[in-house]
């Protein structure tokens, strides 16, 4: 069973930047392809973004485009989100999850089987 924990969260004022880092183990990254989700208090949980296994393909929802960027280094078995330019309305529960290879229907979070714990991410004005 892999076993995804994230870290890189923080309080960063608006405009600054985080690193998210979600380090898998208990099998190899090549396996999986990995989404970054996000829920905000009262809200649903959402699709930030995806990184293919099978092809390295990376998706991102429009509001962050240009702003967040997923990669992932199969080596150090860790998926990293750098967020730029943060929002306050990005202020939320940064969550990583896998899914076998692809990032077939990667918003929906009942494509993915395996979860992180979260790391809170908040932007002050």
């Known amino acids: 069973q892999v076993q995804l924990v994230e870290s890189g969260g923080g309080l960063v004022q608006s405009g600054g930047s985080l690193r998210l880092s979600c380090a898998v183990s208990g099998s190899t990254l090549d396996f999986y392809a990995i989404a970054w989700f996000r829920q905000a208090p009262g809200r649903e949980r959402e699709g930030v973004s995806c990184?293919?296994?099978?092809?390295?393909?990376?998706y991102v929802r429009d509001s962050v485009k240009g702003r967040f960027t997923i990669s992932r280094d199969n080596a150090k078995n860790t998926v990293y989100l750098q967020l730029n330019s943060l929002k306050t309305e990005d202020t939320a529960v940064y969550y990583c999850?896998?899914?076998?290879?692809?990032?077939?229907?990667?918003?929906?979070?009942?494509?993915?089987?395996?979860w992180g714990r979260g790391t809170q991410v908040t932007v002050s004005p």
């Open positions: 990184v293919s296994s099978a092809d390295n393909s990376t």
């Open positions: 999850a896998a899914a076998y290879y692809y990032c077939s229907t990667w918003w929906d979070p009942d494509d993915f089987h395996s």
